[in-house]
């Protein structure tokens, strides 16, 4: 009987240790855009700082993709039922968190685009529970209560500087917040498209529908110059480098591979580890100060994501009907 009962959490622990990793590594890589970006800070515009490296980056995974998928001899030609679907993915997601959060934080303030993403776990859940009926059980409300708890120790300062109501601020703030739902909803749909594409092809084929409503908007808005590239230095170069190959490449690799292996909800919780990665890396590469309070609140909320990754027990157990 011991040896029964001890198999399934043997195999549950096998399961969720690999996805936590991936999950840890892929919140680090993320946090490591916000060093880039303020190195790109005035040498280029905002449009062309989010989709450029991203426009990138759908390039340099195609030729993954296309061998992938030589390789694979059970591969099925993509349907342009399929492509549609890749498009809502790629459009209403990608497209509209990159837009929306770049046009937001413009007319709005920093603190107040770091303080509304701390939404995104809760309106990933709701979202998870409604188009895939993933449960919300108490482990999951109680963990995702956790590492809120440890996001404001972290956030205390923007806190203190957002101003959520000032009439000036409130398209700003709403861009902010569609960008929010718009990642929520990305990765809510790209968990349902995995019961017929694997992530690569799912990655790759929305990120090629994003990067046509970017393109068009990077010319439309912000057009490239010449003059521009020759002017930015080797730091920015490698910082544009980070972001198609690292933010928008490897790290997107590494969170589809966790979240084929866990609920969205769970996946997301992990998404509390940017802030508190972000302050590390703003102390290592920036000289910022790192307190005692961010050093708690990090602890905290990699605390509360390897609670759920470890002990949820409602994975793959979406709700009846």
Known sequence: MGTQAGAPAREGASRTGPAFLLLVLACLM??????????????????????????????????????????????????????????????????VTQFGMVSGITRSLASNAAVLTLLLPVISALLAAILLGERITRLRVFALLIGLAGVLFLSAGDLGESAFFEMRYLQGNLLILIAVGGSAFYNVYCKGLFRRFEPLEVLVCSYLTASAAGLCLLVWVDPPRLEAFRALSWKSWCSLAYQASITYGIAMLLFFAALRRLDVTVASLSLYLLPAFGVLLAAIFLGERLSGVAILGSAVVLGSTLLIVRFDKAQASPRAG
């Not at 970006?37 to 991203?54: A, D, E, M, R, Y």
Request: charged share 10%.
């Open 30 to 95: 993320f946090a490591g855009q916000g060093i880039a970006i303020k190195s790109l800070g005035g040498q280029l515009g905002p449009v062309q700082i989010t989709f450029l490296p991203f426009c990138a980056a759908t390039m340099l995974l195609i030729p993954l993709l296309v061998r992938a998928r030589r390789k694979n001899p059970q591969a099925k030609p993509i349907s342009w039922a399929d492509w549609r679907s890749f498009a809502v993915a790629g459009v209403a997601g990608q497209f």
